[in-house]
């Protein structure tokens, strides 16, 4: 199994970045930021302003930004609980424009199927793909999953389905349907692994049916895109009202699924609370400071995991192959006492005994199967190795995770020592977007570090060299990041 590695891909090092922000005109805990690589800033730092942040989930708002740069919308839970209620007491919406090949003896055909009716046939002799794919998408909005399509020889068969409905067989793919759902996935206070662990056992798939563009913050509101092959929305969308704090909605179906690192980025929308007064005029002199002089767009914090085990040093191990080490690093009680309820039993059951059985034991309710340490602990109950827990039980957005926070500490790095060793002008050696070196004029808001990887192509420099030294004293080269299952 191949873990994407964001090949290719060349972050701007001065843009827009949250926690660049956050560092530039508050200044949090240093300490802390070394050990991601955090070392260096714009201007002088000496006078911080205390304030409190993420006080309430929602003082952090995530919204995903798509490719084509458009804001995702975060609805609220009781919108679209409302959205599903309303839906199963209309039967029909009204709203879906009919296709000009769909007579209004046959719409009245389709409002009138019930369990008892047999299933209906609408021709499709001598209709294009565009047309008979219009009457599929007619059927999915006019009727919510209440009718089942099925493409015959003879055309396309309708029967009746039910709302809901648990036992009712799923029914194949239709052939003029895109062969991917997408839909947006808004939480609070939830990992991204554990809502799609959590659908995934609703609607009894594997986690690994599931796409997005990334990780989002847990202690937060969040939204983001995610993808699964061959899922009709009517299934997801129903479950809605058994989802606590997750919500899903405005669903499309695409011919490709979604990659990791696909979008344009992230909008963060922050309160910063108990600021004190007297601190206004540094706040706004910082502010006029960074709207002139901008940032070092490093990785935050967030990127490195919310407990003391690094999620880039398990990135480590798992580049250099060290199976064990990783597994035991993502299980470790290093993280106590922080570590609490079911999961925390888990885990100092599993420091105790070193029995998987009896941890997957401890793992109460929802824990028990979209945990991360439930996903561990049931592989190697089942007699898996160190290496399978990693390459074939973990999520692939997961192991994902885990790699490019490796990468993005060797970022952070870089970064830091470039300020530290060249400044803030643009040196003859600066790389820009496309991994090249930059053309005469350009400014420091023009200079780009890649991230590395085997597979990205920029042009050598010092940053080349830098990476080199950084991993050789890990024991790592570019070709680590190869298939990890090799």
Known sequence: MIITLFTGRVPSWFRVSFNSILTYI????????????????LGDRKVSVPCVLKELYSD???????????????????EMRNFVKNEEEKGVDESAAVPSVISAEQVSALDGLNKDSKPLLIPTEGLSKDERKAIHEFLRLRYQGKLGSETSEKGIEVSYCGVNSKTRKRKRWAKDCPNHCYFTLAKENK?????LGLIAKFLNVTVNTFRTHGIKDRRAVTCQRVSCNRIEKERILSLNPRLRDIVVYDFSYQDQELKMGGHWGNRFSIILRSIPPETRDILEERLKEFEKDGFIN???????????????????HILRRDWEGAVRLILSNEHLPG???????AVRCWEKT???????KQLKGSQAFASIEAIIFRCLAKGGTWQQCITEALP?????????AYQSLLWNKVASRRVAEKGT????DDLGKDGQKLADGASIFDVYIPLPGENTNYERNYVSEWYEEMMKEDGLTNSSFSSLEE
């Open 298 to 316: 490093y990785f935050g914090t967030q990127r490195f995991g919310s407990c003391d085990t690094n999620t880039a040093v398990v990135g480590k």
């Open 354 to 360: 070193r029995d998987a059985s009896q941890a997957l």
């Open 26 to 41: 508050i200044v949090k805990n240093r300490g802390m930021e070394v050990d991601y690589g955090i070392t260096n800033y």
């Open 425 to 428: 002008t643009v040196c003859p």
């Open 396 to 404: 692939i957005n997961l192991r994902s995770l885990y790699v490019h």
């Open 191 to 195: 990992d991204t692994s554990y809502a």
């Open 60 to 78: 952090f708002i995530v919204q995903e930004i798509s490719a084509d740069e458009t804001v995702l919308r975060i609805a609220t839970a009781s």
């Open 339 to 345: 570590y609490l309820g079911t999961v925390g039993n």
